[in-house]
């Protein structure tokens, strides 16, 4: 008798025991929100509202060139675009949710197209160490620029768990660490990088929504602590208060300040500058790069209304600009010390 083929997992990318962010099957925020669904997604693309970006929107800022390493007490950033930051601390290079791709999009024709180049060119990197993928949106986790960076710099990629197989599939031979949240991973004898809960989602199609978990980062160096975020909603600042309570105070915090509007969409998923601000202050954090901006739009505000409402946050909750700087590709922010 022929045999019944056997059954595909329901979660394509992980399978591992039930928490308390993983139903078996799909992942969510504890006492949290889900993303909404695709009725109130068609409501929200056709309901009006989206202010149009320009074609074209270059930077205030030359393509930068940056060194091989930051050593020392030095914490250096430099803004590539949207979520993708160069981190320069303690001898490491480390790239975020590293896209060079012109769409963040399934497809190369078709889908959210850059407004602006990257703030570094791909051939003027420095030595990559390690790259951070907070989650598998197309903004985040780019397979093409996952691709080049392995066959020229052969980084170790650490994202959170599920991940790993989607970059896996495209990258057999690549050095992959997957990580659940509250776990740790350990370089030489003083760095270390700890995976935290944030608020958001995944999907990479229709069919597999929350099969893979999304997270944030602290990085621990001699040099301080960076809490790294690539995409939360601010959920009631749950997760700012439990890293500052966990990891204490952080040099750097890494926060998006974009694509955030409509507020009735996007709330749950996407934190606006206000509530960014916020953050900063209850994770306890000296200063705050912010990203995940004027690169390519997402949603419905304009290209500068994250920098202006930025400044309006700053102002109401008496934050100095200094604190929070918004990176410009091609910007490169020197952290001070302490």
């Known amino acids: ?33 889900a993303p909404l669904g695709f009725r109130e997604f068609m409501r929200w693309q056709f309901g009006g509202g989206r202010i149009g970006w320009p074609k074209s929107a270059p930077s205030p ?46 497809f190369s024709f078709i889908g959210p197209k850059r407004v602006v180049a990257p703030g570094i060119a791909f051939d003027d990197l420095p030595p990559i160490d390690i790259v951070l993928v907070t989650h598998n949106h197309y903004d985040h986790l780019d397979l093409a620029t996952l691709k080049r960076l392995h066959e020229e710099h052969g980084p170790h990629i650490i994202t959170p768990l599920g991940n790993d197989t989607i970059i896996h599939r495209a990258l057999p031979d690549a050095k992959i ?50 809490y790294h975020i690539g995409d ?27 694509a955030y509007e409509p507020r009735w969409f996007m709330k749950a998923q996407h934190q606006n500058p206000q509530e960014a601000v916020e953050g900063l202050q209850l994770c306890n954090a000296s200063y705050a790069a912010g990203h995940h901006f004027g690169t390519v739009q997402l949603t419905d505000e304009a290209i500068e209304a994250p920098v ?22 091609g910007e490169v922010f020197d952290v001070p010390v302490g």
């Open 61 to 106: 800022f030359p393509p930068a060139k940056p060194d091989d390493h930051v050593d020392g007490d030095g914490l250096r950033i430099t803004m590539v675009g949207h979520a993708t930051l160069l981190i320069q601390v303690a001898g490491l290079n480390i790239l975020t949710d590293p896209v060079w791709s012109l769409r963040t999009s399934p």
């Open 308 to 329: 202006r409402a930025l400044e309006v946050a700053l102002k109401d909750q008496g934050v100095t600009p200094e604190r929070f700087r918004a990176l410009r590709a």
């Open 232 to 258: 939360t909603g601010f959920h009631d600042g749950i997760n700012y208060k439990a890293a500052a309570a966990k990891h204490g105070a952080f040099r750097l915090a890494n926060l998006p300040i974009g």
């Open 1 to 33: 008798m022929p045999q019944t083929p056997p059954r595909k997992p329901r979660n394509p990318y992980y399978t591992g025991p039930i928490s308390d962010h993983f139903d078996g099957t799909v992942f969510f925020n504890p006492e949290g929100e």
């Open 177 to 226: 660490s997957d990580m659940d949240w509250g776990e740790k991973i350990s370089f030489w004898d003083d760095i270390t990088i700890d995976c935290e809960p944030c608020h958001h989602w995944s999907a990479r199609n229709a069919r597999d929504r929350r099969m893979a978990l999304w997270a944030a980062f602290v990085i621990s160096t001699p040099a301080g602590k960076i």
